[in-house]
């Protein structure tokens, strides 16, 4: 939470440097600025850093970089594409990361390359985001557990669950729960364990329970798409009890007012679980 309060009070800074290295030359200060922030652009809709990948990989020379920061470079641009429509312009990046990708040494994979598997769930390609989280967990399995292989798991995880494939879903997140810490990257760790939570057929009162408490430590390390997006299972969860449907409506009213709908998928989220 504290290094997402600092990214956002020092934006300005982090601009002015931007544009400072762009304008000398100095693209390994740009890579460092913003090469390895797809996930962060995708959670905390800071599309102006995807805008910067993109000025990165269509104008200056990259020759210089190691392979992992091009990698996640292609992918931070990526978001730019998705966020405008261009969805054959955002595959052809997420496939030349990855090829790209290839020529690293397992060791030297960074976790943030699991932004390409993001990236195609959040264009509704599920085989081929899981794809690519399969692919990058099985090169980072030859080390031995990590982070970056716990993250890759999570992402293959959550993209079973929405496959309707619950079983291997939870088992996938009780995997990678045993690789983290409970202070090891607090966004992933919620996550997987709202995914075991939400697949072990939990009575509805005690996943309300639950999905409550993750919303809130959602908030709490500053990530309001997924606070969000547990708002929004909360509000489902209330409607599965007949006599408290016309509570759970007024919820979500509250939860709309009291979330900020600047990112488009949260408006969309809402109108889905209200028709649900």
């Not at 601009?15 to 400072?20: E, I």
């Not at 304008?23 to 800071?46: E, F, K, N, Q, T």
């Not at 085989?127 to 999570?154: F, K, N, Q, V, W």
């Amino acid at each position: 939470a504290a290094a997402v309060q600092h990214r956002n009070r020092a934006h300005d800074d982090i601009r002015a440097a931007y544009m400072w290295s762009r304008s000398h030359g100095r693209v390994d200060l740009v890579a460092d600025l913003v090469a390895r922030g797809a996930i962060d652009v995708m959670m905390h809709r800071r599309i102006e850093v995807a805008v910067w990948a993109t000025e990165a990989v269509d104008h200056l020379d990259l020759s210089s970089l190691t392979i992992a920061d091009r990698c996640c470079l292609l992918q931070t641009a990526a978001c730019l594409e998705i966020n405008e429509g261009r969805i054959d312009r955002a595959r052809d990046l997420i496939n030349r990361a990855e090829l790209l990708s290839s020529e690293l040494a397992p060791e030297e994979i960074p976790a943030e390359l699991v932004g390409g598997s993001s990236i195609c769930f959040f264009l509704g390609q599920l085989a081929d985001g899981l794809a690519i989280a399969e692919r990058l967990g099985a090169r980072l399995s030859a080390i031995g557990p990590s982070t970056a292989l716990a993250i890759t798991i999570i992402s293959q995880s959550n993209i079973h669950g929405y496959s309707n494939r619950p079983d291997r879903a939870r088992e996938l997140a009780e995997t990678a729960l045993t690789m983290l810490a409970d202070d090891d990257v607090p966004t992933w760790h919620i996550l997987a364990e709202w995914q075991v939570a939400r697949y072990s057929d939990l009575d509805p009162i005690e996943l309300s329970e639950r999905v409550a408490r993750y919303r809130d430590r959602f908030l709490q390390v500053r990530n309001p798409f997924l606070a969000a997006t547990a708002s929004r299972q909360l509000v489902g969860l209330e409607s599965a009890r007949a006599t408290a449907q016309s509570q759970a409506l007024a919820d979500a009213v509250d939860g709309m007012a009291t979330l900020s709908l600047a990112d488009p998928r949260e408006a969309l989220g809402w109108m889905m679980q209200s028709a649900i």
